[in-house]
Every structure is written in structure tokens, then in C-alpha cells.
């Protein structure tokens, strides 16, 4: 027996209006969390948030909006299979992906170099924000120096250290290096963080470049081969290397490419704005190694559930959020938290990707597999030419996480347990100087020290008291995997 994707809906409606309690189970189907590990995170969310149905809401949402698009599709939910709908959002992202190829000036949308080089020109000359904090240049070859990447140089066919410094940006050496060398290096190396002081950052712009040389083909054909993934990024050193690819797929390059490369200067952004946030507090490298070897997941808690930081930057950049909480000042500007989904920047530059705008957490679940309507999803999709029965979602999982995290936070209760807990991760040591008495060391945050420099009164610096001064370097602002 054959079942349509209107089946599917309507069951899961049914499902939804009898009986509350199933309400998670279209989101832990697109999550691929277990049911009762979703029951349990929703309800915690559901109760600090008192009680709003966000859930409920996002679900019926999902559903609808699937629907909806697939009317604009020209598909009839009751006669159309899950396969026929697999099949119109293929060839549509396939279409999308020419249109894209054309805007940017891509001839030969099949021609990898020709691609990498279009993407990296689009984003140098285009007004995308990039200015993140990162670590210096010369801290990039000292870092370097002292944890040479052996595998990398000999790849690059260099026989000193000193002469593939001197020739080759310290900003893509140690990109790559990150993805390229043993994980025993990698131990090694990321350990070096440890020593790093704010003296060592400073901001700059990322760098996206592509990397066509010749001895650059044979690191690009090693890392493609063994994992599959030919743009790499390193948030500390503000780097997305484009390797070159020995075999290009038919399609998708375009759309892959500027989808995965605008995804990574946001995370980039996103750690930049952490670190900034962080940045006068003495373990900064600590927070930088753990960040980096760990994958840190876990910045605060929201009702006991770990989130990214991400979450906050996301929500405080959204441009529906007009307020600037204080305490991110006066290192972390409104400026520097804004941001723009990959599809938004994609859409207003080809005006027909307009169709996946806020579909990036919409799918349906067919069989407990996630058919996903996310543009990212689609591009893995089409640039590996994957069939229906091994369509990739990943994704979609970590939108709609993304999602509810969001509409929770928008609630004063969330919000305000946010704040709390940013306001209690923000006081920094400062020493403090007081006439006529001897030197202390006392607690204050960063809005006491701008309340002190202003001469404003502050519960924590009053007028009588001065911090010594120091020099700012901020005062100026799924994981992915591309599959071939």
C-alpha cells in the first residue's frame, strides 16, 4: 500500500489535535532525538516559558508551510508520494543552482576552480560584515613556528618551515592545518592556546580565498578523498580555504558552495562576538583552546538544556530585535552581533531562491526519515546526486533546534534568565587603583567600567575609583560538512 504525502499530514494533524502529548513527535522525528528526550526538553521549555504552545505552533507551522509549497510546486498533497516531492525540490534547487551560477558570473557552472574563485570574489567585493576578532598574524606563524605541520609542508612540497611562511598566508596555512594534520598534532598545537592573551587577538576581516595553485591541487585531492569536504574554516584565524577539487560534480557547485562559505563567515562572526564578550578576562587562551578542542556546545542553560552561543548572537542580531542589552557594551556592538541567514543573503542576490526564505526547519517525516525542505540539505543532496532513499537531513535537525530555541528566548521569562547568566559570566578581574589607599583587586563588569570612564555612578564604581586603563583590541567590532 502506497501512501501520499497528504497521508502523512493528516495523520500527524490527527495526531496533534487528539492528543497533546504527541505533540514532539514530528520534532523528534526531524531532530532524530528520541520522543521521550523531546517530551522532556519541550516540557522544560514549555514551563519556564509558562506554558506559551510554542510547540504546538511550530508544528502546525512546519506542517503548513510544507503544504503550502507544495502547491507552489504545482503538487497536490493528495496524490502526490514522497518520492514525486523529493524529485520537484531537486530539480528546483537544480535550476536555482544555474540561476545562482549566472549571478555571479560562473560560465562553466561544472568547473570547480572557476566556481571557488566567482565565490571568493563575491564575498571580498560584497558589503557582508567580516570584521571579527581573531588572532594576529604574526601570533598565526609564532603559533606555527612552534607546532610546525609537518603534513601539510610536505604536501605543499616545502622543505623549511621559513620558506612556506614566507610564501604562503599564515591565515590559510593554519586553516588547513587544522583539518589536515594527525589528531595527535592537532592535541598538540590546540594545547598552545593555552599561553594566548588578549594582546595576541586583534580585528580583522575574514579572509576567504581560493587556493588554485598548483601545490595546492595534490592537499586538495588528500582532503577531498579522505573526508570528503573541500571548504574548511578556522574560526580563531578568520580563514575559509577553498581547496581545489581533482573531479567536479556535474552540478550543485554554486549553490553548495556560497551556501556553506556564508554559513561559515556567521559562525565565524558568532565565536567572534563570544570571544569579544569574554576578551578581558586573564583565560582567554583557556576559553580558546576548550572552545576549539571541544567543540564547546554548552555557553549557558536554558531551563537545564546546554546552548550554543549562537542562539544569542542569532537572537540579539535578528533585525525584529531592536534593544541592545548594555552588558554586552562597550565590546560588543549592535553591529557586530547583526545577522543574515545564508538564504536571505542568497535570495536578495538571485530573487527567485526566495522560495526556501524560513524553510530552512520545515520537512515532513516519511516512514521516521525526514524529508527536508532545507536549501542547504537540498544543495548536499544535489551536488552528490543522492536518490530519494539516501537524501541527507542534518540540517534540518539543527534548524528546527535552532528554531524553538529562538521563540522560547523571545519570552520575557527565558530572556531575562539569559541576562542573568551573561550578566554573571561578564565580571571580569580589573585591578583598581584607590587614593590614599593601598592596591586592591576587586570584581566589576564591563558596563561599571564604561559607567566609571563616563563618570556616571555605578553600584560597583563609584566616582572615587578608577580602573586602569588598558588598551581594547575590540573597540574598533553543523558544524557543516560539504559532501561530495
Request: aromatic share 8%; charged share 25%; with cysteine.
Amino acid at each position: 500500500m502506497s501512501f501520499t504525502v497528504g497521508d502523512f499530514g493528516d495523520m500527524l494533524m490527527v495526531r496533534i489535535y487528539k492528543d497533546n502529548q504527541n505533540v514532539c513527535k514530528l520534532i523528534a522525528e526531524l531532530t532524530g532525538v528520541e520522543k521521550e528526550v523531546t517530551r522532556d526538553i519541550l516540557g522544560r521549555l514549555e514551563k519556564q516559558a509558562a506554558l506559551p504552545g510554542v510547540d504546538v505552533r511550530l508544528t502546525g507551522e512546519i506542517y503548513g508551510k510544507a503544504h503550502s509549497k507544495m502547491r507552489e510546486l504545482g503538487l497536490d498533497s493528495r496524490d502526490t508520494t514522497p518520492r514525486e516531492l523529493y524529485q520537484a525540490l531537486y530539480n528546483l534547487t537544480e535550476l536555482h543552482d544555474n540561476f545562482l551560477s549566472k549571478r555571479i558570473g560562473v560560465k562553466h557552472p561544472g568547473s570547480a576552480a572557476e566556481v571557488a574563485s566567482a565565490i571568493e570574489r563575491y564575498i571580498t567585493e560584497s558589503k557582508i560584515p567580516r570584521e571579527v576578532l581573531a588572532l594576529k598574524h604574526t601570533t598565526l606563524k609564532k603559533l606555527l613556528k612552534n607546532t610546525p605541520p609537518k603534513n601539510l609542508m610536505k604536501a605543499l612540497h616545502y622543505r623549511s618551515l621559513e620558506s612556506m611562511l614566507k610564501r604562503e598566508s599564515s591565515v590559510m596555512l593554519l586553516t588547513v592545518a587544522r583539518h589536515f594534520e594527525p589528531i595527535k598534532w592537532q592535541e598538540r598545537f590546540l594545547q598552545s592556546y593555552r599561553k594566548l592573551e588578549t594582546n595576541d587577538f586583534e580585528m580583522r576581516e575574514i579572509e576567504v580565498l581560493h587556493l588554485a595553485g598548483r601545490h595546492w591541487q595534490s592537499v586538495g585531492d588528500q582532503f577531498s578523498q579522505s573526508c570528503r569536504n573541500n571548504i574548511l574554516h578556522a574560526p580563531e584565524a578568520a580563514g575559509i580555504a577553498l581547496l581545489p577539487l581533482k573531479r567536479s560534480p556535474r552540478t550543485g557547485l554554486t549553490l553548495a558552495g556560497m551556501l556553506l562559505t556564508l554559513h561559515y563567515i556567521n559562525e565565524i562572526r558568532s565565536i567572534s562576538t563570544y570571544f569579544k564578550f569574554h576578551h578581558l578576562r586573564p583565560e582567554l587562551g583557556v576559553r580558546l583552546a576548550e572552545q576549539t578542542m571541544q567543540n564547546k556546545q554548552d555557553h549557558l542553560k536554558i531551563a537545564g538544556q546546554p546552548v550554543h552561543w549562537r542562539i544569542i548572537h542569532r537572537y540579539y542580531g535578528s533585525k525584529n530585535k531592536l534593544s541592545h542589552p548594555e552588558m554586552f557594551e562597550p565590546h560588543v556592538q549592535a553591529e557586530d552581533l547583526a545577522y543574515r541567514k545564508a538564504e536571505e543573503v542568497l535570495y536578495r542576490l538571485e530573487p527567485a531562491l526566495h522560495f526556501w526564505h524560513e524553510l530552512d526547519y520545515v520537512g515532513l517525516s516519511i516512514d521516521g526519515k525526514p524529508l527536508s525542505f532545507n536549501l542547504t540539505d537540498m544543495a548536499m543532496n544535489l551536488v552528490n546526486s543522492l536518490p530519494y532513499e539516501k537524501r541527507v537531513h542534518y540540517h534540518l535537525g539543527e534548524s528546527v533546534w535552532n528554531e524553538l530555541y529562538l521563540r522560547y528566548t523571545s519570552f520575557p521569562a527565558v530572556e531575562q534568565d539569559i541576562l542573568s547568566k551573561l550578566e554573571e559570566t561578564s565580571a571580569v578581574e580589573n585591578p583598581i587603583y584607590m587614593v590614599g589607599l593601598q592596591q586592591e583587586q576587586i570584581t566589576i563588569k564591563p558596563k561599571d567600567i564604561l559607567a566609571d570612564m563616563l563618570s556616571i555612578d555605578s553600584p560597583a564604581s563609584p566616582r572615587t575609583r578608577r580602573p586602569v586603563k588598558r588598551r581594547d583590541p575590540t573597540s574598533k567590532v553543523l558544524d557543516m560538512e560539504f559532501v561530495w
